[in-house]
């Protein structure tokens, strides 16, 4: 007999799903009884069972991102899926889609207040685009593609929910009737081009600027050369959403890497100078650092109009996929011949690469530079490396100093920004792409909260990978260093340590419990050799850097609010005053240093003809 669970698994096959991400209980039973017997059949489905319903939705959202397929997540009936809603945030957030499969109590108990039966359709209604409960046999084939469709189409969660007797029903072929639907496996394209009369207004405005920037996020995914052909025949410079690291390599000279806090002072003064502001596959959230209303003529292109226009007011919204519409609108644009503002970008590059790496080398008394391990970090990164980054000052130090190469990827929870995303991202792309190096950068407080667990995930599942090579950075300054420097920069109060504070834990010495290789490291000077360990060890290596927490996290651009606050919070009686003044201080003048130099250009003989 085929059951409706038989006929779900299949159908998720036919909607080219290879791997899922489950945990089992008894709301589910007879679908992971289901899945045990497709396994022994030989199905296709690869099923991983992480140690939390939380990092089961948060691989599915990672596997999304790193793969461009539908990611699928599973568990039982209310436990189960309340656990996973906050990585169907992560996605709803940062537009992927994902599926997620959920059990229920029996249909005669529902509304009854029996054991874990509660209101699920209520429940994700706010995080799903599509949520339903599968009542009848006849019902499965149409809730299936409909999710499915969904998902992939509104880049959204989707939600299917399948009462435990439900799921054991004998499957039967939705019949030629009245309130019967009878549906496909097909998803629709969403190569969609805008009309020829929007490609030529768009091309309109682009060639009549002459300080063009494209900001491209992570919806340009696929569409690196025609970004780069469509910079080169303007003169563009180009910025990177942190999400849309990869899309755009990071040796392009004119690519000034990110905007804002975690950005660089040439994106800043791109936004501040820019006549024409083109926005491909992103919804770059932070308005304060785009140009003054007026200053620059507009254009978004996007996949989801909703969120079209909102940061900026925009002068042509195209509703498209990056890719089929910049091949549309290459052939209308104008090749530039004065590329002064490109060369601009270019030199103010040079100089801010100076400076981060000025940055990397200061040495604080109070533990090692987190900066220096991340430098030294991306010097060492592999062909087709793969790097994710956590919620915190990790996303600081990834946005400054890693640079993504052609064929290199990575990624970290965006508009949700959840704490502990770092960890089950990066087993995700393991299993997505297990003959890549793959290197999760995640601080101790986001360790602590599920991090920690994922090693015994590893450990599970390491003789599957290809290449068994995975490195975990844990940033060990015992605070929850972000929210520390928010405290002070954003209301002026002083860090409350009771707060704060994060128990010291042997990070190396938990890895080694599990069999893996830890090194621990305690000064600058160890940090090179850490890494050329790590990669030198074909199998799991923890670093365990004891940093310095008062690194300050500093913006391109101080702004008189920020320095204002934080000299109020220290004034308060911030426990860590001495430290993050006499840190700062090092910082600070570095950073001077450094732009002086650019602005002097020091070392350069400007008179000297070219050859």
């Keep these: 007999m085929t059951t409706v669970s038989d006929f779900v698994i299949q159908r998720v096959r036919q909607w080219g799903v290879t791997r899922i991400f489950g945990f089992p209980g008894d709301g589910i039973g007879a679908f992971d009884g289901a899945l045990g017997k497709a396994e022994r059949e030989g199905s296709g489905l690869s099923y991983v069972r992480p140690t939390h319903e939380e990092i089961c939705a948060l691989m599915a959202t990672a596997h999304a991102k790193f793969t461009g397929e539908v990611g699928v997540c599973i568990a039982t009936s ?12 992560d996605a ?34 706010d995080v799903a685009v599509y949520v339903q409960t599968i009542v009848s046999p006849q019902q499965a084939q149409a809730v299936v593609d409909t999710a499915f469709r969904t998902a992939r189409v509104r ?66 995914n696929g569409a690196t050369d025609e970004v780069l052909e469509a910079a080169r025949l303007v003169g563009a410079g180009l910025i990177t959403a942190l999400r849309g690291k990869q899309v755009v390599p990071s040796d392009v000279p004119y690519h000034s890497q990110q905007l804002g806090l975690l950005g660089s002072l040439p994106s800043l003064h791109q936004m501040s100078d820019c006549d024409t ?27 989801k109009p909703e969120q079209m226009g909102l940061r900026y007011p925009t002068e042509l919204n195209i509703w498209g996929d990056v890719r089929a519409t910049l091949a549309a609108l290459i052939p209308h644009l104008e090749a530039k011949t004065d590329l002064s503002w490109q060369n601009k ?37 592999p062909p087709q490396a793969i790097v994710t980054a956590d919620a915190g000052t990790t996303a600081d130090w990834y946005g400054h100093h890693i640079r993504l190469r052609r064929g ?60 068994p090579q995975f490195i975990i950075l844990v940033l060990h300054n015992n605070d929850l260093a972000q929210v520390s420097w ?23 010495g938990w890895a080694e419990l599990l069999g893996f290789t830890g090194i621990r490291v305690k000064s600058d000077d160890e940090v090179e050799a850490a890494w050329d360990a790590a990669f030198a060890n074909r199998g799991v290596t923890l ?27 220290l004034l308060k009686g911030d426990p860590s005053a001495a430290g993050v003044i006499r840190d700062s201080a090092e910082a600070l003048l570095s950073e001077g240093i450094e732009r002086v130099k650019g602005a002097l250009h020091i070392g350069e003989d400007r008179d000297k003809p070219s050859d």
């Design 155 to 220: 880049l959204q969660p989707a939600v299917i929910v399948i009462p435990h007797d439900v799921q054991a029903m004998e499957m039967v072929e939705p019949k030629v009737a009245t309130w019967v639907s009878r549906s496909s496996a097909v998803a629709p394209s969403t190569s969609i081009v805008p009309p020829e009369s929007e490609i030529v207004k768009a091309a309109s405005i682009i060639n009549a600027g002459t300080k063009v920037t494209f900001i491209v996020g992570h919806g340009a």
């Design 345 to 381: 970008v270019v030199d103010g590059m040079r100089e801010w690469d100076a400076e981060m790496e000025a940055q990397a080398m200061l040495r604080y008394p109070d533990g090692v530079n987190p900066r220096r391990v991340y430098h030294e970090l991306n010097k060492r990164l």
């Design 543 to 569: 670093i365990d850097a004891y940093t310095s927490k008062n690194v300050p996290p500093l913006p391109p651009h101080i702004t008189r609010e920020f320095a204002l606050h934080t000299a109020e919070a």
């Design 408 to 467: 290199m990827m990575g990624d970290l929870s965006g508009r949700l920004a959840s704490m502990l995303a770092a960890m089950p991202y990066a087993v995700a792309a393991k299993f997505a792409y297990s003959d890549r190096s793959v290197i999760c950068t995640i601080g101790d407080g986001a360790f602590q909260m599920l991090g920690m667990n994922e090693l015994i995930t590893i450990r599970k599942y390491l003789k599957e990978w290809v290449d």
């Design 78 to 89: 209310s436990p189960g899926a309340f656990h996973m809603i906050n990585g169907l945030y």
């Design 486 to 508: 928010e405290m002070r920069t954003e209301d002026a109060n002083p860090v409350w340590s009771t707060s704060q504070d994060v128990q010291s834990v042997d990070y190396a």
């Design 277 to 303: 502001l083109v926005m491909l596959g992103t919804n770059y959230p932070y308005g304060q650092f785009l140009p003054k209303s007026g200053q620059a003529r507009a254009i978004q292109v996007d996949l």
């Design 92 to 125: 709803m957030m940062d537009n992927q889609p994902v599926v997620a499969i959920v059990g229920q109590q029996g249909l005669n108990a529902l509304g009854t207040f029996t054991q874990q039966e509660s209101h699920l359709e209520r429940t994700f209604a």
